[in-house]
């Protein structure tokens, strides 16, 4: 009787502790874990594509080899930077992406201000801060404008050349913005980039 | 020897038990003293892309 008791105990005690371990590992990674089918192709890697546009569309077309890579190498907008700024963009990223993962967009801008350390007052103007956290909000912001561009590609609402030009304009507005160069020069950027955006979205709009 | 295995079994479920629900609550406390130490922001509500671009330009107007 104490021998099937104790057993029993043991039993109950590692059930438990397996719900325990299930809430851990359910919110360490709340990126996208679905298991994408893609056809058994032969790209295992975009990385040996030289251009950046090239990279870009080979990763959408093959989301497979895109969640691996999103792991295994460095964020496209944190390449080419010294190591301090490629660390501290690495870092940006990571520390951000439970942002991603909210639906309600005010919760999502508050958590942008949170990780970025930005202070905007009621109307919307910048109080002092340093600028790492001004830029830091920027590429925050960029990379969730990147992510809508993705889902807009997913659903068929624009082309995988649309989407891949488009982000990769994304790209290197994140990639001027780290370097640090002239603010004059980065509106010039993403001008370019609303240029193509809205005239995207309007051929869209007279497909529909 | 029935009654202590029984008293250890209830003293390890009710300190795991317990252990689950304060950190829990822990990270409650977490969530609400962040959501509540940020002052709520201004500008756009980045619910479209259109505001969100909007955002980004403000943004970008205010980087040195």
Same mark, same amino acid.
């Given at each position: ?61 093959? &989301? ?21 700024? &490629? ?35 009621? &109307? ?32 068929? &609402? ?51 | ?64």
């Amino acid at each position: 009787m104490i021998k099937n008791t104790f057993i029993s105990s043991i039993i109950f005690m590692i059930i438990l502790s397996s719900f325990a371990l299930a809430a851990g590992t359910s919110t360490r990674d709340s990126s996208n874990n679905n298991a994408v089918a893609i056809p058994a192709g032969t790209v295992t890697t975009c990385e040996d594509k030289q251009e950046l546009r090239e990279r870009i569309k080979c990763r959408i077309e093959n &989301k497979k080899v895109a969640i691996t890579e999103k792991y295994g190498s460095v964020e496209e907008a944190c390449r080419g930077q010294t190591d301090e700024v &490629k660390n501290a963009c690495e870092k940006l990223y990571e520390v951000s992406a439970r942002c991603y993962n909210e639906a309600d967009p005010i919760l999502k801008k508050r958590c942008f201000v949170q990780v970025s350390g930005v202070n905007i007052d009621a &109307k919307g103007v910048f109080r002092a801060t340093p600028t790492e956290t001004k830029r830091d909000y920027v590429i925050l912001l960029l990379y969730d404008l990147q992510e809508r561009i993705e889902k807009m590609q997913e659903e068929g &609402k624009i082309t995988t050349d649309q989407a891949s030009s488009l982000i990769t304009k994304i790209v290197e507005i994140k990639r001027m913005i780290l370097a640090k160069e002239q603010r004059s020069e980065v509106v010039v950027k993403m001008n370019e980039f609303k240029k193509e955006y809205r005239l995207v979205i309007s051929s869209k709009g007279a497909q529909e | 020897m029935k009654i202590l295995i029984w008293v250890i079994v209830a003293i390890v479920l009710i300190g795991g038990l317990a252990w689950f629900l304060s950190s829990d609550s822990t990270y409650e406390e977490q969530e609400t003293s962040q959501n509540t130490g940020q002052e709520l922001e201004g500008g756009e509500i980045i619910d479209t892309e259109e505001n969100l671009i909007t955002e980004i330009d403000n943004a970008l107007n205010n980087l040195e």
